[in-house]
């Protein structure tokens, strides 16, 4: 699952990949904003001192956890496999495709849902690219 947040922790996007989750919206809504608290407050629990990266990398038995923040708050995190790897390449791959087809487009709110074909496809495409590298 991909999900993209705000600096103040509204949701802009959320794609599942998998197709084996059945979560609600409303569920997509509260992982982002727990996320959000917790990349926050690991900010300022960081060894010594505080810190402005907070959460990049969360690793489980059964999930690992990656996120890339842009200097402008946004932050993009992805939920996989625990075996999948280069999740952080993958992550700037989506944040050149929010730059060039979301942000570029003349539509678009700032901070508000992402309601783009474009960035859509791309994303699908760039999905299935990653799903061939990681079986080579």
Do not use: W
Request: net charge negative.
């Amino acid at each position: 699952s991909l999900y993209l947040i705000n600096r103040y922790g509204g949701m802009l996007y959320n794609n599942q990949f998998n197709g084996n989750e059945n979560l609600s919206t409303n569920d997509h809504l509260r992982l982002a904003s727990t996320f959000h608290g917790l990349h926050t407050i690991s900010t300022q629990l960081a060894p010594g001192g505080p810190s402005t990266d907070g959460i990049e990398v969360l690793q489980t038995d059964t999930f690992r956890l990656e996120c890339f923040e842009t200097l402008t708050g946004v932050k993009f995190y992805v939920v996989a496999d625990r075996t999948s790897i280069h999740l952080d390449t993958f992550l700037k791959n989506v944040y050149e495709l929010y730059s060039d087809y979301v942000l570029k487009n003349p539509f678009y709110e700032i901070d508000q849902p992402i309601r783009c074909e474009l960035f859509d496809e791309q994303l699908a495409t760039l999905v299935n690219q990653s799903r061939v590298d990681r079986r080579t």
